[in-house]
């Protein structure tokens, strides 16, 4: 390297945006779940242009996984979505742990409506992260309606990260991450909930070779 | 300076014909009734003529002559919403416009700019334009008014030579009588034996002003191409109006939506050519036998999808239909520009605005306008308390990313009422619609209230104690005890 490249000072600013030329060269890439642990699971983060899953019983995380993606895509300058079936959003929780809350399209609906708004949503454009909150819906979507979702995902570049109880997508996913029951933690006397320990499994995109990871722990800490 | 002038031809007929396009290429009429008079035919178009049917004529008589006759009845909705649809020809091309019954003016200079072919391709754009809007319509340029006047009432498309002699020579060759509807004059004018423009403008202007007044010397002027009436541009409205009276009352909102589909085509397209989307709809519905619905349909962006305007005026009358039958429908569109946004380089292109301002209008017919949007914090102590905000997605800025991930509280809206088996040490069990299950570890009370200022109307002033519940079925949920009625309500789990 030349003295006087040595001697360049990018601005900081800039730097933080610059993007590896491995990362350009990439066809369809990842993005980042904004959790490190997760990340090395899924070999980078959630693949872009396609469905992804999410699922597990109650308290084991799957909401606090969500808004951690779209805190991230936000973080990259990316447009965001969440699709909310019974508008469960905590707002406060999530301003309080730095998602800017103006960045974020939310949409409260029925799940009856939930597909057809994230069909909506995707078919627009140029959003990065589209979030279909299922965890508590009662709804059987027949396979067509996942089919119609993925290729439109594809078309637009945008990763939909349907958060459910029990999987749901099956291949349609490109990659499915299974949450295996959160251990909480209370510490005290009297007992103060702390938060929770859960195991993430990979279910689905094993063949990636970017990960060796079968599953990893993840840890969320309460706001009290 | 250029002026153009757009003339349609029996506006009125025009202007019916523009609420039922697949009438057009057949005989049609218009009719119209003075006073107690029978209606009568007032207007027709060139099928109708060549059926034989004549203005003057009676309904049956009209009918007896052409079988195939479609006859409209002339309505000040129509009329109304034709000349303000006439104006927004202009409008399309130009910021100001002057309106005179079935022509319009404006200035056409700058089209040059625009359209490098000359101005006859300028008159072809006008025309096309027109013929979007649904008028079938007669385009002229000139340098004067009353010289692009003429030239529209004599030629389909004409453009005018810029100076006066190629004024004068264009306009020699043209019959008298387009240049006045004074029947008065034009008979002085066969008098004389001046049958074109070119035999008046041979006249003295003195002479002619001194046996036919001032409006003789006027037509003289104009023939030798020295025409100096004032040209007086409005600005366009601040909203646009489309407008319709029904034949027959409407019951039902199928139907109903089926006619102001029509109504939002129309303003759609007026739109569109002006290059603005409707950020804002009033409609007004009169009813049978009297009184007015009137609702503003709220719109989450500017659109210019009909189907999503349509849409949402199909789910506002669901939600309240009207108390009667409906006999006229008034649409008043807001317009607006749509919004642009400046992209980053270095950031991801987000959603085109336009394609954006859809989307989310769709969204808001889909699940309501109130449930889209960006989330809001409300300044209040109660944990579900949210509020909605619009979503404006220009202006965002990267956030740091949160270093550690914490826990989200599902919350239940409104709070779901369960029954909870209390313990020396806080509750041991709780049963609700979705969950039954013993508690393995609570925590709390945690004490909150407040709003003791509030009106009971408001809400009023709340009391509660909170607990973080273990329970047997793996979900730790929050609950709270409303310290006004002593109930429990669950408050939703965290995840």
């Known amino acids: 390297m030349s003295s006087r490249a040595q001697g360049l000072v990018l601005d900081p600013e800039l730097t933080a945006r610059l993007v590896s030329s491995e990362r350009l060269a990439e066809a369809r890439g990842r993005r980042s779940s904004g959790i490190a642990p997760l990340d090395g699971l899924l070999g980078g983060g959630w693949p872009r242009a396609a469905l992804c899953e999410i699922f597990g019983r109650r308290s084991s995380g799957r909401t606090a996984i969500v808004r951690a993606a779209l805190a991230a895509a936000i973080a990259a300058g990316e447009t965001t979505a969440l699709v909310d079936t019974g508008g469960t959003l905590d707002a406060r929780a999530a301003a309080a742990s730095g998602l800017p809350l103006s960045a974020l399209l939310w949409i409260r609906c029925a799940p009856a409506q939930a597909l057809k708004a994230t069909d909506l949503v995707v078919a627009a454009g140029g959003f990065g992260v589209a979030v279909l909150d299922l965890c508590d819906a009662q709804l059987r979507a027949p396979d067509a309606a996942w089919v119609r979702l993925r290729h439109a995902a594809r078309a637009q570049g945008t990763t939909v990260l349907v958060a459910t109880g029990t999987r749901r997508l099956g291949s349609f996913a490109a990659a499915a991450v299974e949450l295996d029951g959160g251990r909480p933690s209370f510490f005290g006397p009297p007992p103060l909930f702390a938060g929770f320990y859960t195991r993430a499994t990979r279910a689905r995109g094993a063949h990636d070779r970017e990960s060796q990871l079968p599953c990893v722990s993840l840890a969320f800490t309460s706001r009290s | ?495």
């Open chain 2, 1 to 495: 300076m250029r002026l153009a002038c757009v003339y349609v031809p029996q506006l009125a007929l025009q202007a019916a014909l523009r609420r039922c396009p697949e009438a057009l290429g057949t005989p049609a009429a218009l009719l119209a009734s003075h006073g107690k008079n029978k209606p009568r035919v007032t207007e027709l178009d060139a099928e109708a003529r060549r059926a034989g049917v004549r203005p003057g004529m009676t309904a049956a008589q009209a009918v007896a002559t052409a079988p195939a006759l479609r006859l409209f009845t002339a309505t000040a909705a129509d009329a109304e919403a034709g000349a303000a649809a006439l104006a927004d020809v202009g409008y399309a091309f130009a910021p100001r416009v002057e309106r005179e019954g079935e022509r319009i003016f404006f200035a056409a200079e700058d089209l040059k700019r625009l359209y490098p072919a000359g101005e006859p391709a300028i008159a072809q754009a006008l025309q096309a334009h027109a013929a979007r809007l649904g008028f079938g319509a007669r385009v002229a340029l000139a340098a004067t008014k009353g010289a692009a006047r003429v030239a529209s009432r004599a030629h389909e498309l004409a453009v005018v030579p810029e100076d006066r002699a190629g004024t004068r020579a264009f306009l020699a060759p043209l019959p008298v009588h387009l240049f006045t509807d004074d029947d008065d004059l034009r008979a002085a004018f066969r008098r004389w034996g001046t049958r074109t423009a070119g035999a008046i403008a041979a006249l003295p202007v003195d002479a002619v002003a001194l046996r036919l007044g001032p409006t003789g010397a006027a037509v003289a002027r104009l023939a030798r191409g020295d025409d100096d009436e004032p040209f007086h541009p409005q600005l366009p409205p601040d909203a646009l109006e489309e407008a319709i009276e029904l034949d027959y009352p409407i019951y039902e909102i199928e139907p109903l939506a089926f006619v102001l589909r029509g109504l939002t085509d129309r303003a759609l397209a007026r739109l569109s050519g002006r290059s603005l989307a409707c950020a804002g709809l009033t409609l007004r519905l009169a009813l049978d036998p009297r009184g007015l619905d009137v609702r503003e349909v709220p719109l989450a962006a500017p659109t210019r999808e009909a189907k999503t305007l349509v849409d949402l005026i199909r789910l506002d009358l669901a939600r309240r239909p009207p108390e009667a039958a409906v006999v006229g429908a008034h649409l008043i569109a807001l317009p607006a520009r749509v919004r642009a946004t400046q992209l980053d380089i270095l950031r991801p292109t987000g959603p085109a605005p336009d394609r954006l301002a859809t989307t989310l209008a769709r969204l808001a017919a889909l699940v309501g306008p109130e449930n889209v949007g960006a989330p809001a914090v409300v300044d209040s102590w109660r944990e579900e308390a949210i509020a909605m905000k619009p979503y404006a997605p220009a202006g965002l800025s990267s956030a740091p990313i949160p270093s550690e991930t914490r826990l989200c509280l599902r919350h239940r809206r409104p709070p779901e009422e369960v029954e909870v088996l209390m313990g020396r040490a806080g509750p041991t069990a709780l049963r609700g619609v979705e969950t039954t299950a013993r508690v393995l570890v609570a925590a709390g009370p945690y004490r909150l209230s407040g709003e003791w200022w509030q009106d009971a109307a408001a809400g009023g002033s709340w009391a509660r104690e909170y607990w973080d519940v273990h329970a047997s079925d793996g979900a730790v949920y929050r609950l709270h005890r409303d310290a006004r009625d002593g109930r429990f309500y669950l408050d939703g789990y965290y995840d």
